[in-house]
């Protein structure tokens, strides 16, 4: 079984190979990493069915107002993200990301996904169930840290 170092370990390592990974995406986009983080961040919240304002982007990557106008200019200039007027209340503004920002994401991380399906057949649900619940917290602890240190908070 694995000691709670080990988990540290591994989640560093995959944290490293995922990065890297992302890594090839931007320079093959010419996108820089806050960009990939807050073309992630939008389509999340796509999937999550709620949508995405820049005020909020600007919160979830800890960016400033003109640094998150910035980064959503460079994103519309390349055809990543739409601003849409929110239909009801025309003062609101929902960030979307654009079929082309899907497709290219679509091709170039369905091997990744297509191989994680396959490392992940030796799991059966239960396992997964496990593993959801564990990736969920050790989250949740990192988002948490991240927030109380970002803040200049001592953490118990």
Not at 121 to 148: G, H, W, Y
Request: aromatic residues 6%.
């Amino acid at each position: 079984m694995a000691d709670n170092s080990a988990l540290v370990r591994l989640l560093r390592q995959f944290t490293v190979e995922t990065d890297r990974f992302v890594e090839i995406f931007g320079d093959r986009q010419r996108m820089h990493r806050t960009d990939l983080n807050a073309l992630a961040v939008i389509m999340d919240a796509r999937w999550g069915g709620e949508p995405m304002s820049p005020g909020r982007l600007a919160e979830a990557l800890h960016l400033s107002a003109s640094a998150t106008t910035s980064v959503l200019d460079r994103l519309e200039a390349a055809g990543h993200v739409a601003r849409v007027r929110h239909p009801h209340d025309r003062r609101k503004v929902e960030l979307r990301a654009s079929e082309k920002a899907l497709a290219l994401g679509a091709d170039f991380f369905q091997p990744l996904s297509d191989a994680y399906t396959r490392a992940w057949e030796r799991f059966d649900d239960a396992d997964k169930e496990v593993v959801a619940r564990f990736l969920a917290a050790t989250i949740e602890a990192t988002a948490a840290v991240r927030a109380d240190t970002a803040a200049g908070r001592p953490r118990e």
